[in-house]
């Protein structure tokens, strides 16, 4: 019998650092630390600030760890429910936006990625025109509201902007940098076009895929103008408008009002503003780590290949 050898692991040499490359590696890291804690420091501050007094804010420029813990602010925003209806309605804006946006964004880009597509720099330079002109605020209301008749619907925060130019772009040069080869032997074997754009295509687009749902995601959930614009129903309003509502009124009550907030237990203003950022905020930010590691990748590929 012939004994089989294993193959031996080749250990790898490690590369030798000068002083200089440790010293220029260690102030790298340094940097980043700093920037690091540069970003996230601020939003520590708000996110103690929503749990503080008036009185704290007032006399403490800057704090990490508030002395008085005080849920108020946030008691305040969420008592009449309708803080918890704002944000169903932001989430369902969110999700169903961001599936329409990517389904009319990918089977426009899969055809123009395809070199044999007639006509294909024709359409890529409508939508190119797109990015640069467009026909403003006025007839666009006119057109949702009072020809299409979608004013207090989710679908006047949906059908405007179901395709980003930009982010269809980045899909076509993901989906035309893929290898050819993958497409003609699928086509050997006998698949049409739509079983080798969702078997093939989309599988091996991921992070493109997660980058790009990721920025529509982040537009409906930011979504403001276009929700108070097309809007009016209190039942149907989305979280971004509901808030800038509470910190308007909270404002007009302590500015005609001398009351002391903090000998009654109510809200400050400050601290409520500053929990709208934190109720406005942390939704959406716990979806990146889910795509962190994709989202590079993705965009850069997407971006850099034509």
């Known amino acids: 019998m012939v004994k089989i050898r294993a193959k031996q692991k080749v250990p790898h040499k490690k590369i030798k650092r000068t002083p200089l490359d440790q010293f220029v590696q260690v102030l790298i890291y340094l940097f980043i630390a700093i920037f690091a804690i540069i970003t996230v420091l601020p939003f520590i501050y708000v996110v103690a600030g929503s749990f503080a007094t008036e009185k704290e804010i007032t006399e403490r420029a800057f704090f990490l760890i508030p002395h008085t813990f005080s849920p108020n602010a946030f008691e305040y925003i ?3 429910g309708k803080t918890l209806l704002g944000l169903w309605n932001s989430i369902v804006v969110t999700v169903v936006g961001t599936f329409i946006n990517m389904f009319f964004s990918c089977t426009m880009a899969y055809p123009l990625s395809r ?4 006509g294909r720099n024709f359409f890529i330079n409508m939508v ?3 990015m640069l002109f467009s026909g403003g605020m006025v007839p666009s209301y006119i057109l949702i509201a009072d020809v299409l008749h979608l004013k207090n619907t989710f ?3 949906w059908l405007p902007g179901a ?5 269809m772009i980045i899909i076509k040069n993901y989906f035309q940098g893929l290898p050819m080869e993958l497409e003609e032997s699928a086509r050997i074997d006998g698949g049409n076009d739509l079983q080798i754009f969702i078997k093939i295509m989309l599988p091996l687009s991921k992070p493109v895929l ?18 108070m614009m097309y809007i009016s129903d209190s039942k149907k309003e989305v979280i971004q408008v509901v808030l800038r509502r509470i910190v308007f009124m909270t404002q007009a009550v302590t500015s005609e009002s001398d009351i002391d907030w903090g000998l009654f ?6 601290s409520v503003k500053m929990a709208t950022t934190v109720v406005a905020t942390v939704p959406i ?3 990146y780590p889910f795509i962190q590691k994709y989202f590079t990748k993705g965009v850069m590929v997407g971006a850099v290949k034509g």
């Open 78 to 80: 969420f008592k009449d």
């Open 115 to 118: 070199p044999y597509l007639k």
């Open 128 to 130: 190119i025109v797109t």
């Open 155 to 157: 679908w006047a925060l």
């Open 163 to 167: 395709i980003n130019a930009f982010n």
């Open 210 to 227: 997660s980058s790009v749902s990721l920025f529509y995601a982040v537009g409906h959930w930011n979504s403001y103008f276009n929700a």
């Open 265 to 270: 237990g109510m809200p400050p203003q400050q």
């Open 285 to 287: 930010l716990l979806v």
